[in-house]
């Protein structure tokens, strides 16, 4: 009995300590868990601008799956007309549309504007979007595109009454844009536009033209945005579409109060109809407001 009793003493005093080792290893975490642990996982970046537009563009700013974005625009008359028009006030051009999120990268929309009772289409895709992590990207890559339509009575200098197929324009539009900080995001804009008529040759019936966005945050809920395209046509009195505003966001509401010389608010219209020169006071306040309704889960 005593032998029996010496060997289990002997056998709890070389088990224990082991079994103890064991269960300490099992709770130490390994230098290879602690190296997989320490390496980033890829975090997409969103909200380089409030809106998916800067002003009149496009931004590289998506909606989310089964998200609506209802848009009402505003573009008043020129501020330099005084208070006898109480400066631009009293004219008013306007377009209504409303975009849908098929995924987070697709969206498609419809609109419709007073000025040339003109209707658009917009097909706008993502392929690439920034992110941060183990696989850095380190831009947007946003492709839009899209056709337009003016239902107004036209009649050319020459007395020429455009038809149905005469009132179409269509454009392609390559967005690569990067948000540098929680304050700073710049975009660039590059955009083939081409109507099938225009009036007595004044303007060219393809036209290319490179634009850039901005948007500086002031607050959590300001920031300062810039919109400016160039229009390298030759056609003589249309001017280059510059935009400067204030957005203002509340959740499910962006504002976007602005002064710009375009009066046109969809790609053919500001790119191609901009008769009022910035650099001469020839400016529009205008506002934008955009409500956000959620169908779904994202």
Request: hydrophobic share 40%.
């Amino acid at each position: 009995m005593k032998t029996i009793n010496a060997f289990l003493l002997i056998l709890s005093l070389v088990l224990f300590p082991a079994t103890n080792t064991i269960l300490m290893a099992q709770d130490q975490i390994s230098p290879i868990d602690e190296l997989i642990d320490s390496i980033p996982q890829n975090e997409k970046i969103s909200q380089a601008f409030y809106s998916t537009r800067v002003i009149q563009s496009q931004s590289v700013e998506m909606l989310h799956k089964g998200n609506f974005d209802v848009r009402i625009l505003h573009r008043f008359g020129q501020v330099n007309n005084g208070i006898k028009e109480f400066f631009g006030l009293d004219d008013a051009s306007m377009r209504m549309g409303l975009d849908f999120g098929i995924t987070d990268n697709f969206t498609i929309g419809v609109g419709r504007s007073s000025f040339r009772k003109e209707y658009d289409l917009l097909l706008k895709l993502r392929p690439v979007q920034q992110q941060v992590g183990n696989k850095n990207i380190p831009f947007s890559l946003v492709l839009a595109g899209g056709a337009m339509i003016r239902t107004a009575d036209e009649i050319s200098l020459s007395g020429y009454k455009a038809d149905a197929g005469d009132r179409l324009s269509y454009y392609g539009q390559l967005l690569l844009g990067r948000k540098f900080s929680n304050r700073f995001s710049l975009q660039l804009i590059q955009t083939l536009l081409h109507m099938n008529y225009v009036n007595d040759g004044i303007m060219d019936n393809t036209i290319y033209a490179l634009g850039a966005g901005a948007r500086l945050k002031l607050t959590k809920r300001l920031a300062l945005t810039l919109d400016y395209n160039h229009n390298f046509s030759k056609a003589e009195d249309y001017y280059q579409p510059l935009g400067i505003g204030l957005d203002i966001e509340t959740g499910g509401h962006v504002f976007q109060l602005h002064f710009s010389n375009a009066l046109g608010m969809n790609e053919r219209a500001y790119l191609a109809d901009t008769t009022d020169d910035f650099w001469k006071g020839e400016i529009r306040f205008g506002f934008n407001l955009s409500r956000m309704f959620q169908t779904g889960r994202n």
